[in-house]
């Protein structure tokens, strides 16, 4: 039989012939007797389509008749040829189906309310109630009258009732009446795992708490963590406030019951938690198959898969079998890693490469990335298409199952081990219409929830399972470094050995059992138990080990360790503890985090590891130490900044927060803490954070930890909101001046900049607001007569603000758009440290760290040094000609002589003999290149600084292959004849000078760990020059950290000789400079 056909007439169903525009034209007949026919959607509520009259009704006579829109009604003639007035306006047109598309307006009856019931009930049951009204057998009429009497007292009852009572009487909960008793032999060792989250906020917590919990105190225990994160610690609440909901049910928890009594629990008796320690299975997963990965057809494609724990590989990385296809491939292959699932560590990452295998390598086009893959396509006839990581526990310790689809990314950094990028983000590409992606699948290794055990645990597990002496008695009831103690609970009482007394006081953790100490007792310590076996060690031997300890913890932290230094680090862990606290991350290094017997020592050891200072501190905020405790250990550290100190490091805590695999982790808290109660920090974090907005790997993170600045510190919004409008801009009018440039004369656009910088709309915009560079400034009103732009490239904007302040200087910022600014502030950040550093030691060299902040992408902001001038042009300006002009050594000493006279001037040379000698020592360290003469500047108070640092840590200019820069550091005899006071024979200056750089550059190698841990936090920055732990090796060279202090003086001495004896090749430079541009203006 065909399908039946639906009644033409029907303008109602789902597949009427309706207009494009879903609209359906009614008739409206209205109490004056006006009639008015109206399009009218579909799908409108008879509340809309009543607005929609109401306003066309205006355009008709009789309007001002009407009373208001409420106290009507429409009325209908239904599909039972029946009278239907609508009092429930929030039906839709097409549910109430009238039989023709006819409404009339009629006016509404008393008691609204009564008769939209009526309406409602109506309409559920499917039966009119007019029709019972209709009705005239008694027994109908007394049976609704009886009824009615009765709901209504029920109703004041149910009315009556306290919020509880009515909690009861509506979601009455569900309850195992024998629950406890089935289930109380099947209850795990170990807690239940409970997901709790606030409607109000959308927060969520997890929670281990034991089944006999009840409602009320996982609310108490719930609210509590909430209020403990906002700082609201002291804030009284009641738990009986709040209920708890089944998630996605509306089941309700509460009561004095025990959890395990409700039926939701019972439900999941299954799935209740399993340490991960309790599973020796190989872990496995999964590899299904590969979505738009962007290969050729002939190119066959394969998966690495690797286990990392920071830079460590936990286990052999496994490939996968060899797919042909195009865009979409199939594997359905397990990959099996040889490592158990128990020795996963908590921030174990699971990282995937995917590749082409070729037979024949095609000659490729020259691309930016060709000569970094060339050496891979080479060697293994391999190219890499993208990659992606994932951590294998999720942010509530819960080791990751089932299905799961992981969109790659396609940039590959420098250095790769086996081509997976174990430094890059866990997050999954944000752009995944486009992305490649792999779907995967972890294996299951239990019905329950498998979990990484807490910190009481391991402490637990630290305690009754590690014994790190083979002990002997030798004399009782002796002075011991070793005791024995018992622990008393139900069971029979268990007796552990445990090294050093101190180590179990901070260990001992509340719960069911009761710690009590025994007596005390001697041991003779005959052997050591190390992981590869038992040795009998001499106090000869016990000796040399300590002397080679001591070896290894004086060297840098770029310094490798071999398996054996490891082993010697780990066996004399308590030697560390005790004589070398701050040798903690070369302890860390040593542990095998593969084996969690090992992870629950360091962990125990690291509660009674004594503070370490914050610069200290800072190296396990490094990549190389991802795991939880360590991170929340070095915070804990960090805590003992000062506001200023925080701030000369912010930089770097701002980069490391791409290492922290959850968004909730102790170093955000930390910095938002510090923010919010310094609205200096505040300013600069947010900065920090907002520069990398545009960066889709940290786009999530860094725009979740503003959201969150924002909300705690809402007075700023206005302050930064003014700054970011204020940028929006300067950015127009610096796309505009590059446009204009095109076309233009240089003097038509300046002019075009400042009939824009006049209009109003960025008049005000520019005026009155905090500088970003320094928000204790302010930028008060334009100067627009002497805002320009510069002749570089990018054309950045130089605007000049009248001081606000009284007696303030005028106050000028360097817009910059198209430049990538991240490098200068760290150089200008490393330069401020430096001279912190110099000055903690009594010496100030005048160094001139100028402001610069980054604003965005390619955008930021750069302070202009009132006051001072280039070489270049200080150069040209006492000359007539520019190719000799670099030549005159006279022109730096008569410039300084015209801005500066009598005592001043001694001053000035004074200041740039210091100054210069900072400079030569920062500018040697730090690798600074592209020294030519427009960027080293002096100030009229004789103050020489650098300017532009687009080249750092040895990666000096070269053209056709020739190096331009030969000279270590820039030392002409110009520079010289300033700082002899132009008396060639002056060399008690020009010792002073040299005595000053040598010292300088001792201060500097004893801080040599600070300066290798902040370029080394910087890594994941993506700075060209900084992309790898290559780059940062120029550092050790140039402090010579390998080397005794007289091998690192000679070393700098013949750097110093060497710059004198080659600086006329600086002055070639200079000249080839200022031939080809003459900046005199």
């Not at 001037?905 to 740039?912: G, P, T």
Request: aromatic share 10%; with cysteine; proline share 4%.
């Amino acid at each position: 039989m065909p399908p039946a056909m639906t009644d033409p007439l029907d303008i109602w169903a789902v597949d009427s012939q309706i207009p494009a525009d879903n609209s359906i034209t009614v008739d409206f007949l209205l109490p004056t007797g006006i009639y008015i026919q109206l399009d009218v959607p579909r799908e409108a509520t008879i509340d809309q389509i009543k607005m929609l009259l109401w306003r066309q009704a205006q355009t008709y006579p009789l309007y001002t008749v009407l009373g208001e829109k409420d106290s009507y009604m429409f009325q209908c003639v239904n599909q039972s040829a029946v009278h239907e007035e609508l009092e429930d306006e929030s039906r839709r047109l097409c549910d109430v189906r009238p039989f023709l598309p006819v409404l009339k307006l009629v006016a509404r009856n008393c008691n609204r309310s009564e008769r939209l019931l009526d309406s409602k009930i109506g309409v559920l049951i499917g039966k009119g109630l007019h029709e019972f009204d209709a009705l005239t057998d008694p027994e109908v009429r007394e049976f609704r009258s009886k009824m009615r009497m009765f709901n209504e007292e029920k109703m004041l009852k149910l009315q009556g009732l306290s919020w509880m009572d009515w909690l009861k009487h509506s979601f009455p909960p569900e309850l195992e009446s024998t629950a406890f008793n089935n289930f109380e032999d099947k209850l795990p060792k170990e807690n239940l795992v409970v997901a709790v989250q606030f409607d109000s906020c959308q927060e969520n917590f997890s929670f281990q708490i034991s089944p006999n919990l009840n409602p009320l105190d996982l609310n108490e225990l719930a609210i509590r963590k909430q209020l403990t994160i906002h700082g609201k610690e002291n804030e009284e609440f009641n738990p009986r406030d709040f209920v708890l909901r089944v998630s996605g049910k509306q089941e309700y928890l509460f009561g004095e019951q025990p959890l395990i009594q409700f039926r939701v629990c019972s439900a999941y008796e299954q799935q209740m938690a399993t340490n991960v320690w309790d599973i020796n299975s190989p872990f496995k997963m999964l590899l299904i198959r590969g979505n738009k990965i962007n290969a050729d057809e002939a190119v066959r494609v394969q998966v690495r898969a690797g286990i990392f724990h920071g830079t460590e590989l936990l286990s052999k990385s496994v490939v996968s079998t060899e797919v042909s296809g195009k865009n979409d491939l199939v594997w359905n292959e397990i990959l099996d890693f040889e490592i158990n699932l128990c020795d996963l560590p908590r921030m174990s990452r699971l990282c995937f490469a995917v590749y082409g295998v070729m037979d024949k390598v095609k000659k490729q086009k020259s691309t930016k990335n060709a000569s970094k893959y060339q050496t891979i396509r080479k060697a293994g006839k391999h190219y890499p298409i993208a990659w992606v990581n994932t951590m294998v526990f999720d942010f509530r310790a819960q080791l990751k199952s089932g299905d799961l689809d992981l969109h790659c990314w396609s940039s590959f950094p420098d250095e790769m081990e086996d081509m997976l990028n174990p430094m890059g983000t866990v997050q999954t590409n944000p752009y995944s219409e486009n992305a490649a992606s792999l779907h995967i699948q972890f294996q299951e290794y239990s019905k329950s929830v498998i979990y990484y055990p807490a910190f009481d645990k391991v402490s637990l597990y630290y305690i009754f399972h590690t014994i790190d002496f083979y002990l002997y008695l030798s004399r009782p009831f002796s002075p011991s470094s070793l005791f024995r103690h018992s622990m008393m609970s139900t069971s029979a009482p268990i007796t552990a050995l445990v090294p050093y007394p101190s180590i179990l006081l901070n260990l001992l953790v509340s719960g069911n059992c009761l710690y009590k100490y025994s007596y005390l007792i001697d041991f003779e310590m005959d052997r050591l138990c190390n992981r590869s076996g038992t040795d009998v060690l001499h106090v000869r031997q016990e000796r040399l080990r300590r002397y080679f300890l001591k070896e290894i913890m004086e060297r840098d932290p770029l310094s490798q360790l071999c398996e054996n230094e490891m082993d010697l680090i780990w066996t004399l862990r308590y030697d560390c503890r005790e004589n070398f606290p701050q040798s903690l991350p070369k302890l860390l290094l040593s542990v095998k985090w593969s084996k969690h017997e090992d992870v629950a020592q360091l962990q125990a050891l690291l509660q009674i590891w004594i503070k370490l200072c914050p610069r200290d501190a800072l190296e396990l905020l490094d990549f190389n130490y991802p795991d939880q405790y360590v991170r929340e250990y070095a915070v804990k550290c960090l805590k003992e900044m000062s506001d200023e100190e925080l701030s000369q490091y912010l930089l770097q805590l701002v980069q490391v927060l791409k290492y922290e695999p959850y968004f909730d982790c102790a170093l955000s808290r930390f910095l938002l803490e510090r923010a919010q109660a310094n609205r200096r920090i505040g300013h600069f974090l947010f900065w920090h954070l907002r520069s990398e907005m545009h960066l889709p790997a940290t786009s999530l993170q860094f725009g979740l930890i503003l959201e969150s600045y924002c909300r705690g510190s809402f007075t700023h919004i206005k302050e930064l909101s003014k700054q970011m409008e204020a940028l929006s801009k300067l950015k127009a009018i610096n796309n505009l001046v590059k446009l204009s440039y095109l076309k233009v004369t240089r003097t038509k656009v300046k002019e075009v900049m400042n009939t824009c910088l006049k209009q109003p709309v960025y008049t005000e915009a520019l005026s009155d607001l905090q500088s970003p560079l320094n928000p204790s400034v302010i930028l008060s009103k334009l100067n627009v007569d002497k805002c320009k732009f510069m002749d570089s490239k990018m054309k950045p904007l130089w605007i000049l603000y009248n001081n606000k302040m009284s007696g303030g200087e005028p106050v000028g910022i360097i817009f910059k758009n198209g430049d990538d600014l991240r490098q200068d502030m760290l150089a200008l950040q490393i330069l401020r440290l430096m001279d912190m550093l110099w000055k903690e030691a009594g010496l100030d060299l005048r160094i001139v760290p100028y402001g610069c902040l980054a604003t965005g992408d390619k955008s930021g902001l750069i302070e202009v040094v009132s006051a001072s001038e280039t070489i270049a042009n200080i150069q040209l300006t006492n000359s007539n000609v520019a190719a000799t002009a670099a030549f005159n050594k006279d022109a730096l000493l008569n410039w300084l002589k015209e801005k500066n006279t009598g005592d001043a001037l001694d001053r000035a040379i004074e200041e740039f003999t210091l100054s210069c000698a900072g400079y030569c020592v920062a500018t040697y360290v730090l690798g600074i290149g592209d020294r030519h003469s427009d960027n080293i500047m002096v100030r009229e108070t004789g103050q020489l600084f650098h300017i532009d640092f687009g080249h750092i840590l040895g990666n000096f200019k070269s053209k056709f292959g020739i190096k331009r820069e030969r000279v270590p550091f820039i030392l002409t005899h110009d520079f010289i004849h300033v700082i002899q006071q132009g008396k060639p024979g002056n060399a008690e200056k020009f010792g002073r000078f040299r005595q000053c750089c040598e010292e300088a550059y001792l201060i500097l190698r004893k801080n040599g760990n600070l300066f290798i841990t902040l370029f080394a936090l910087m890594l994941t920055a993506g700075l060209p020059e900084l992309s790898s732990v290559k780059d940062i090796q120029y550092l050790k060279d140039s402090l010579a950290l390998g080397k005794s202090d007289d091998e690192a003086l000679k070393q700098f001495r013949q750097k110093f000789d060497e710059a004198l004896r080659e600086s006329w090749t600086t002055k070639v430079n200079w000249m080839a400079h200022i031939v080809a541009k003459d900046n005199r203006s």
